[in-house]
């Protein structure tokens, strides 16, 4: 049996997709990015007039994408400490991921879920960090 969550306070999906599901005792989360919801507003992103990235701060966007998770794991019956498995998908890893990977290190200090991290060219919305997470639920 799976069950579709969709949590009320992260950011509502770009997509047909749900924030997670949970099949047995596993939360599979989708990509979760640092959109807030109800808003266009990316915290740590300034956009230019075409919708072009002007700036970005790289540790905004990470602190706004580990709430969201966090939301979406606590909403689904789970928790950080929880997460098992995550993958990070960065849009610049030689400027980010010195950044990224400190303020990681603090989110995760006391859980050590499985970890990978990849770049890619770009995300579906204007953002730098995009993470897939997997967790375990009672």
Known sequence: MSDKINSSKAPEPVGLYPHARRVGNMLYLSGVGPRERGSKKIPGVELNSDG?????????????VFKNIRYIL???????????DVTVFLTNMKDDFPTYNKIYAEYF??????????????????????????????
Do not use: F, M
């Not at 606590?74 to 098992?84: H, I, P, Q, R």
């Open 109 to 138: 200090k006391d859980n050590l879920p499985c970890r990978t991290t990849i770049e890619i060219n770009c995300l579906p919305t204007p953002i730098a960090i995009e993470l897939k997470c997997i967790a375990t639920l009672d």
């Open 74 to 84: 606590e909403e689904a019956g789970s928790s950080w400490d929880k997460l098992v």
């Open 52 to 64: 072009t990235i002007q700036s970005y701060d790289i540790a905004t966007q990470c602190h706004s």
